[in-house]
């Protein structure tokens, strides 16, 4: 790693080591969104991590942005998810916002004042979220926003909502617009929570925009920009930054697999589970797709994200990474016995999902174009 980046991953690695794994479990288990650690990460800084300095963030990269992924992940995949997501929704302003807007809006994102999300899929095209079905409205000084949202991370806990509706003129649902909504707007509700299996606090619920009204400067970029700025400017970081999520819950998996069998001794000759071929092979069969999953991904995060040239090759890594996550959490769950346990780095043995029994990389949560 560079020295930069070795610089983040301990920002990072200090802020799990101090708040987000210590909260990890009853973050899980109560749904409860992570404050707490989204705080520490603005504490140490990383809530600007790919924000240029001169609106007062690090000017880090996409190598920097997986590395410290990976270490949140590793210790709390709600608070990786939900960090991943304030990345996702500021980095579309980074890319084509107004000097005005970036100058009002980045400085608290950078700060970590304000928490960011996207608000994209909706329930008449589902995974399809480049394409919405709601319209915008125009108005003489501005637009109304009417839309239902089927997934929003962070959802009411966001400051600053990204959402795609078509263009008030629109002739088809490709061509849309991005709007920059506050969490102040008037018409703005979450409706109901997050019930799935794992990432328990990301606080991940279908949202309404109902008669928002907005100013003109809400809109980010020129009318109908809003699926090239999704697919350049915010798809990348996502497939990023949801394939470094995979692999640091995957490490974190190993990491205490390997541990429970140094620690697990028969009692009647004191042999450990790490002792047994048979295990020693799990693991090593564990160890495998991580390990490949990793200097893929590392490969991949080189440089700044250009999609034009590797959006299709990095959604291949995002996918790619689910059923290396699904391998490792399968053989955490036959190594431990199939019982929910505390792992030693949050309750990583609770959030396996029963989904993860499968091969089929489709039914894993967190290979979901949901956003």
Not at 166 to 185: G, T
Not at 358 to 367: F, I, K, Q, V, Y
Request: charged share 20%.
């Amino acid at each position: 790693m560079t020295e930069t980046a070795n610089r983040v991953v301990e920002k990072a690695r200090g802020a799990c080591d101090a708040v987000i794994a210590a909260e990890a479990a009853v973050v899980d288990r109560e749904r409860r969104f992570p404050r707490h650690s989204i705080e520490a990460l603005a504490g140490a800084g990383l809530a600007g991590l790919t924000v240029p300095m001169q609106f007062g963030g690090l000017g880090g990269g996409a190598a920097e942005f997986v590395r410290v992924v990976k270490e949140i992940a590793r210790a709390c995949g709600s608070t990786a998810m939900v960090y991943v997501m304030h990345v996702c929704g500021t980095m579309p302003i980074v890319a084509v916002a107004s000097d005005a807007q970036k100058s009002e809006l980045l400085p608290p994102l950078a700060s970590g004042e304000w928490l960011a999300t996207l608000a994209f899929s909706e329930p008449g095209s589902g995974a399809h979220f480049y394409a919405p079905v709601s319209r915008a409205a125009a108005r003489s000084d501005g637009f109304v926003l009417q839309c239902d949202k089927s997934f929003v991370t962070s959802a009411g806990e966001a400051d600053l909502y990204l959402v795609s509706t078509q263009s008030p003129s629109a002739a088809s649902p490709l061509e849309s617009d991005l709007f920059m909504v506050r969490r102040s707007d008037a018409g703005i509700t979450v409706k109901g929570r997050w019930e799935g299996i794992g990432l328990n606090g990301n606080a991940s619920a279908p949202m309404r925009f109902d008669g928002v009204v907005l100013q003109e400067s809400a809109r980010l970029g020129p009318e109908k920009s809003g699926l090239t700025t999704m697919l350049q400017a915010g798809v990348p970081w996502f497939h990023l930054g949801v394939s470094a999520a995979n692999i640091g819950l995957a490490r974190a998996a190993l990491d205490a697999s390997i541990t429970h069998s140094k620690a697990r001794k028969y009692e009647h000759n004191g042999q450990r589970l790490a002792d047994i071929p048979g295990i020693q092979a799990l693991l090593a069969e564990m160890s495998q797709p991580v390990a490949a999953a990793r200097a893929y991904r590392s490969n991949d995060s080189s440089a700044t994200p250009r999609p034009a040239r590797s959006w299709p090759r990095r959604t291949t890594c995002s996918r790619n990474s689910s059923p290396r996550y699904c391998s490792a959490f399968r053989g955490v769950r036959r190594l431990g016995g199939g019982q929910r346990a505390d792992a030693q780095r949050g309750n990583l043995w609770g959030i396996v999902p029963a989904a993860c029994e499968t091969d089929e990389p489709a039914t894993c949560p967190m290979n979901d174009a949901r956003h």
